[in-house]
């Protein structure tokens, strides 16, 4: 098992930024993909970052490509998700993740209960 728990949501104005960290506890935590989710009402989950394990191979949703970073630190068992020049269409729950492989569909062995992020205009 692999416990997740999200921390950094908020509220920010369009433009701003915000770091969200996931901090995880459990089995060997380097053995596993992260990445990060988000859901807005009324829409489906869908991958935003993604980051493989014993690599530097990360992936991106093109949405947030040039805007959000992730980054993984193996011996803190955290990933974190810095995002900047947000815009409103960011809004949503933000989930982190793990699994064994990184894929983009949001079929993800681990789950947090995700942190609410929210852009004004």
């Known amino acids: 098992q692999v416990q997740l728990v999200e921390s950094g949501g908020g509220l920010v104005q369009a433009g701003g930024s915000l770091r969200l960290s996931c901090a995880a506890s459990?089995?060997?935590?380097?053995?596993?993909?992260l990445g990060w989710f988000r859901q807005a009402p009324g829409k489906e989950r869908e991958f935003v970052a993604g980051?493989?394990?014993?690599?530097?191979?990360?992936a991106y949703a093109d949405s947030v490509k040039g805007r959000f970073t992730i980054s993984r630190d193996d011996a803190k068992n955290t990933v974190d998700l810095q995002m900047n020049s947000l815009k409103p269409e960011d809004t949503a729950v933000y989930y982190c993740?793990?699994?064994?492989?990184?894929?983009?569909?949001?079929?993800?062995?681990?789950w947090g209960r995700g942190t609410q992020v929210t852009v004004s205009s």
């Open positions: 993740a793990a699994n064994r492989n990184l894929i983009l569909k949001p079929n993800w062995d681990y």
């Open positions: 459990g089995r060997t935590f380097g053995m596993f993909a």
């Open positions: 980051h493989g394990w014993g690599s530097e191979n990360t």
